[in-house]
C-alpha cells in the first residue's frame, strides 16, 4: 500500500509518486502506460507529472481488488504443500499397483510339485510353502482354478480382507482318498474334511463356494464314495462346521448356482439313470442352509438299454424361467445326448434328441441291432421323468 505523502500535498514528480506507491520509478512509469496509473502532466511543462494522492489509493485498492486469483498468497501457501503431496500419492500408487511395495501380496494362484504346494501373488513370487505326507497328482491341478470341477479355490472366506486357499488334496496313488482343506494367507492348515481318513475311498468331484451372509463364503463339495459310488453333498462354513450334510446314492459331477438356487446333475447308481437334484438356499438369523426339493431321474433311451449303460447328466444350465439339462445317452467317442428343456420344478417342457445320437439311432437301425426308426413319438417319450423325494 502507498505510503502517507508528507502533508498531504500533490506529488511533483516520479521520484515522489514512486516513492509514494514504494515501488521504483519505472516500474510507475510502467504502471501509468499499462495499468493506467492516474498522473497528470501540467501543459507547457515537458516532462513534468503531478498526482493526487487519494487518487492513487484509490487506484492501488482497485488493484488489489482485482488481482488475479494465482496471485492470492493464500493459494499459493496452499500449492506448497498440495503439489509434493499429490506427487507423492501418485507414486504410492505406481508403487503399490505396479511393485506390490507398501501393500500386502495376496494369493494368486498355486504351484504344485510333489509334496509341495507353493502359493504365488499376481507377479508369480512365492508367498509360502505347504508340505504334504503324499505326493499330488500334478495332473489333476491342470487348469484345477477354472472348470467345473476346480481342485483349489482363492478366496476371502471370512471377510477379514486376506484370502484363504480352498484346496483338494489329490494324493498320486490310484484310488487314494481326497481331503479338504482350507489354508490361510500364511499357508497354515485351518481346518480339514474329513478330519481323518476313512478306510473307504471318497473323490471330491464338485467344489464351489457360495455367499453365507455379509462378507461370508461357504463352501459346497460332493464326496463320491468308491466302489459303490455312492455321494454325499456338504455345505460347510468357512470355519468348518458342517451346515448342511445330503445323502444320496449316485456321483454327482454338474453344477449350476443362480441366486438361491443350486442345481446338481450326475448318476444315480442304483437305479442307473441319469439324475438331478435342486435345492433353495435358505438364510435365517445370519446363518445358511440348504433345503432339498424332489429329485428327478431321466428315462433310458433304447439305445442306451441297447448298450447297458447308464446314461447320465453332462450339462446344466439355470435359465431365465426354468433349467435346460443335457443328458449323454452314450458316452464313447462322443457325447449321444438328448436335451431336456425343464421348468422350475424340473417338470418336463421340450426335450430333442441331437443330431449324433439321431444318426447313431438311424446307423443301428440300418444294422438290424434296433427294429424301429427313431420319430417323433420316440423323441417325446425321452421327455418322461420319474421324481424322487430326498
Known amino acids: 500500500m502507498p505510503s502517507s505523502p508528507p502533508n498531504g500535498r500533490t506529488l511533483h514528480t516520479w521520484k515522489q509518486i514512486a516513492s509514494y506507491l514504494d515501488a521504483s520509478v519505472r516500474a510507475a512509469q510502467m504502471w501509468e502506460r499499462r495499468a493506467g496509473l492516474p498522473v497528470r502532466r501540467p501543459p507547457g511543462e515537458h516532462g513534468q507529472v ?5 487518487e492513487l489509493l484509490r487506484w492501488a485498492a482497485s488493484r488489489e481488488r482485482r488481482a488475479p486469483w494465482w496471485r492470492n498468497p ?17 507414486l504410492a500408487h505406481d508403487l503399490t499397483e505396479h511393485h506390490g511395495l507398501f501393500s500386502h501380496a495376496q ?15 499376481d507377479q508369480r513370487h512365492e508367498l509360502w ?4 505326507d503324499e505326493p499330488l497328482d500334478v495332473r489333476a491341478y491342470a487348469g484345477s482354478s477354472v472348470g467345473l470341477s476346480p481342485r483349489w479355490i482363492v478366496e476371502d472366506l471370512d471377510g477379514d480382507g486376506a484370502r484363504e486357499v480352498v484346496l483338494v488334496e489329490v494324493p498320486t496313488a490310484v484310488g487314494s482318498p481326497h481331503r479338504l482343506h482350507v489354508l490361510d494367507a500364511q499357508g497354515k492348515v485351518r481346518w480339514s474334511y474329513p478330519q481323518r481318513v476313512h478306510d473307504h475311498p471318497e473323490l471330491v468331484t464338485i467344489l464351489r463356494t457360495i455367499p453365507a451372509g455379509p462378507r461370508q463364503r461357504a463352501i459346497l463339495v460332493h464326496f463320491c464314495g468308491l466302489p459303490r459310488h455312492e455321494g454325499t453333498f456338504h455345505l460347510i462354513s468357512s470355519d468348518g462346521r458342517i451346515l448342511t450334510r445330503y445323502q444320496h446314492g449316485g456321483r454327482l459331477d454338474q453344477i449350476a448356482v443362480s441366486g438361491d438356487l443350486i442345481l446338481l446333475g450326475g448318476e444315480c447308481s442304483r437305479s442307473r439313470a441319469a439324475e438331478v437334484h435342486q435345492f ?5 438369523d445370519g446363518n445358511v442352509s440348504l433345503r432339498g426339493e424332489p429329485e428327478i431321474q431321466f428315462v433310458r433311451s433304447c439305445v442306451n438299454r441297447l448298450f447297458s449303460r447308464a446314461n447320465r447328466v453332462t450339462g446344466l444350465a439355470i435359465l431365465a424361467d426354468g433349467h435346460l439339462v443335457t443328458v449323454a445317452e452314450l458316452i464313447d467317442e462322443m457325447p449321444y ?3 431336456h428343456e425343464m421348468n422350475r420344478d424340473l417338470s418336463p417342457r421340450r426335450c430333442w434328441a441331437s443330431d449324433a445320437f439321431q444318426d447313431l439311432h438311424r446307423r443301428l437301425e440300418i444294422e438290424g441291432r434296433l427294429d424301429h426308426p427313431f420319430n417323433a413319438a420316440e423323441e417325446a417319450a425321452l421327455c418322461q421323468t420319474s421324481t424322487h423325494t430326498p
Open 280 to 284: 433353495r438356499i435358505v438364510s435365517s
Open 337 to 339: 445326448e438328448v436335451f
Open 50 to 54: 503531478t498526482a493526487d494522492p487519494q
Open 74 to 90: 493464500r493459494l499459493r501457501d496452499a500449492l506448497f504443500w498440495i503439489v509434493p503431496l499429490i506427487l507423492l500419492t501418485l
Open 107 to 121: 494369493v494368486a494362484s498355486l504351484l504344485i510339485n510333489g509334496r509341495i504346494v507353493s502359493a504365488l501373488d
Open 129 to 132: 510353502r505347504a508340505e504334504f
